[in-house]
């Protein structure tokens, strides 16, 4: 099994919780990692929903696996950006951070850190071609996630 794949094991599970999108807007967010490829990579799923479920905000589907070079990345489709390939950028441990562009150039920035055994903090951020990159001040969609069950939606 590729060590950068087996460094996010811990993580396979489900896990919600209540944040802002980059619009400043309160989302509700799931999200799922699940061994795959044969145990050489791992799939996941993200979903910011309104907080009354009513109006998915965003989701994503994306395996993250070795490329033949060794590098992880992630191929993945987003409702939003359409098809994505992004790259795991070298950072800490416990922390997963990717970054890559759409292929209508969009750059995409996402970031999972675990702070606490139970506990994931979520970042993205977007920008379109040619823009700033963001500093610490800019919006970006941020959420704190706990262990959840498929069938528990988070409060808020």
């Known amino acids: ?25 309160q989302t509700a967010i799931r999200t799922d990692f699940v061994p795959a490829l044969d145990g050489t990579g791992l799939q996941m799923h993200f979903e910011a929903w309104d907080t009354e479920f009513k109006t998915l905000y965003h989701g994503v589907r994306a395996v993250l696996a070795p490329a033949p070079s060794g590098v992880l990345r992630a191929l993945a489709y987003s409702t ?8 795991l950028t070298p950072d800490d441990e416990g922390v997963m951070a990717l970054a890559g562009e759409s292929l209508g150039r969009n750059h995409i920035s996402v970031t999972f850190v675990q702070d606490a055994p139970a506990e994931l903090l979520f970042m993205a951020f977007w920008r379109p071609a040619g823009g700033n990159v963001p500093d610490g001040d800019d919006p970006r969609m941020t959420c704190r996630l706990k262990p959840a069950t498929p069938w528990n939606s988070p409060t808020v």
């Open 1 to 25: 099994m590729n060590n950068g794949i087996a460094d996010y094991l811990p993580w396979v599970g489900v896990w919600a919780g209540v944040g802002d999108t980059q619009a400043g807007q």
């Open 80 to 87: 939003i950006h359409g098809p994505l390939l992004l790259e």
